[in-house]
T-cell receptor
C-alpha cells in the first residue's frame, strides 16, 4: 500500500470490554512500532517488532496490553478489560529496519474512546 | 534511560516573525535527533533529522552536544507552519524506536 494503514480509525467501547487495533505496515518494512498519543501525555512508546527477533515490550503500560505480528507483516494491538485511561490515539509506524538512517512512517492512528 | 524535553507547550507568533522551538535531551551516548510534525488532520511525519544537516520548509536544527539541545528554528514563520511539532531521539542500542518529547503547538497568526 501507499502508507501505513490502521483500522478502525475510530472505536468507542464500554469500560471492561476488549478491543483489537490493526496495523498494516508499508510492504517490505521489517520494523513495526506502536505508540500511544494521549492528551497532555505526548507520544508514548508501547512495543516494537523487528523481523523475527523478540519484540521490545518495554513500553506496554500493563499486562492488559499485548501485541502480535503475524507473518512479519500485519500487527494487532489488543487491550483487555479497557479502562477510561486507555482512551487515546494509538499510532502504528513502520520502517525498513533498525538502522537509524531509516525513516519511520506513521499511520493515521486509531482513536479509542472508553466510556 | 533517554529523555526528550520540549519546555514550551504552545508558541504563538505572527506571520513573518522568527520562531524557535526548544528541545533538550538526556542520553549519555550519541543519539540520533529528529523533528516530526503533525499538521491538522494529517499523520505524523518526519520534518528533518540532524544527520542530514538540511533545511526543510525553511526549518533548520543544529545538534549541540555540549548543551544536549536540538532546537528547531525558522527565520520567517508562515501560516502553513501552524502544527504540532515533536522532537524525538533514537539510540542504536534500543533498535530504531523513537523517544518523543511532549510536543509544542505552533500557531502562526496572520
Amino acid at each position: 500500500g501507499a502508507g501505513v494503514s490502521q483500522s478502525p480509525s475510530n472505536k468507542v467501547t464500554e469500560k471492561g470490554k476488549d478491543v483489537e487495533l490493526r496495523c498494516d505496515p508499508i510492504s517490505g518494512h521489517t520494523a513495526l512500532y506502536w505508540y500511544r498519543q494521549s492528551l497532555g501525555q505526548g507520544l508514548e512508546f508501547l512495543i516494537y517488532f523487528q523481523g523475527n527477533s523478540a519484540p521490545d515490550k518495554s513500553g506496554l503500560p500493563s499486562d492488559r496490553f499485548s501485541a502480535e505480528r503475524t507473518g512479519g507483516s500485519v500487527s494487532t494491538l489488543t487491550i483487555q478489560r479497557t479502562q477510561q485511561e486507555d482512551s487515546a490515539v494509538y499510532l502504528c509506524a513502520s520502517s525498513w529496519g533498525q538502522s537509524s538512517g531509516n525513516t519511520i512512517y506513521f499511520g493515521e492512528g486509531s482513536w479509542l474512546t472508553v466510556v | 534511560a533517554q529523555r526528550v524535553t520540549q519546555p514550551e507547550k504552545l508558541l504563538s507568533v505572527f506571520k513573518g516573525a522568527p520562531v524557535e522551538l526548544k528541545c533538550n535531551y538526556s542520553y549519555s551516548g550519541s543519539p540520533e535527533l529528529f523533528w516530526y510534525v503533525q499538521y491538522s488532520r494529517q499523520r505524523l511525519q518526519l520534518l528533518l533529522r540532524h544527520i542530514s544537516r538540511e533545511s526543510i520548509k525553511g526549518f533548520t536544527a543544529d545538534l549541540n552536544k555540549g548543551e544536549t539541545s536540538f532546537h528547531l528554528k525558522k527565520p520567517f514563520a508562515q501560516e502553513e507552519d501552524s502544527a504540532m511539532y515533536y522532537c524525538a531521539l533514537s539510540v542504536k542500542a534500543a533498535g530504531n524506536k523513537l523517544t518523543f518529547g511532549g510536543g509544542t503547538r505552533v500557531l502562526v497568526k496572520p
